[in-house]
């Protein structure tokens, strides 16, 4: 139903042929990639060990990984997503981050878990952008997701515009996770990762529920 909406074998952003996804290959290769970033945060960085911020202060997750940089267009996409109901967009992000996911070298998680929203927040949008993004890369590299695995028990106001410290108060004790991530490699996504407070706090409750490995995974990153 949805594919009818895209033109077929046309690219979504400049109109040129393409043949596989929705999106010609010079414009796939002139999106924001990240090629090199920091294992433990995801921050591009021109090297491949830590970065001296993480080897200050390892995360509660065990590494971190965003196929962009939150950057033209894929930042317009995001927010297409997040507030003008964008599914063909997030199937297209997905779709693209499962290209990038599926050249790691690493073991791939058990479980994919998207951020979960406030259930108010749920009901005044109406869909959870997160889901919507992870549904289509698991569906491409036939992952399991598992969406009611995180509870958002606290309405907590937006982020944008906090500094570090008020986003992790802000934070603190807002989501819960239940066992059944208990003695799995799971991965959190999110649809950007800004500081990775939101990400930290949702895999300390997946620890505290047993998930023995914790990737935090988003689809950008703030540079
Ligand atoms: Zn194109
Ligand atoms: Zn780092």
New binding site residues.
Partial sequence: MVDNFWPARRCVYCGGLSSKIALCEGCAASLPWIDEA?P??A?PQNFKA??S??LKKPRPFDAAWAAFRLDAPVQQAIHDVKYHAGFLQARLLGELMAQKLGRRALPLPELVIPVPLHRNRLMLRGYNQSLEIAQSFTRTLALKIDANAAKRIRATPDQIGLSAAQRRRNLHNAFTVDARVAGKHIALLDDVMTTGTTLAELARAARKAGAVRIEAWALARVP
Avoid: D, F
């Fill in positions: 920091c433990g945060c921050r830590l970065c911020s993480c």
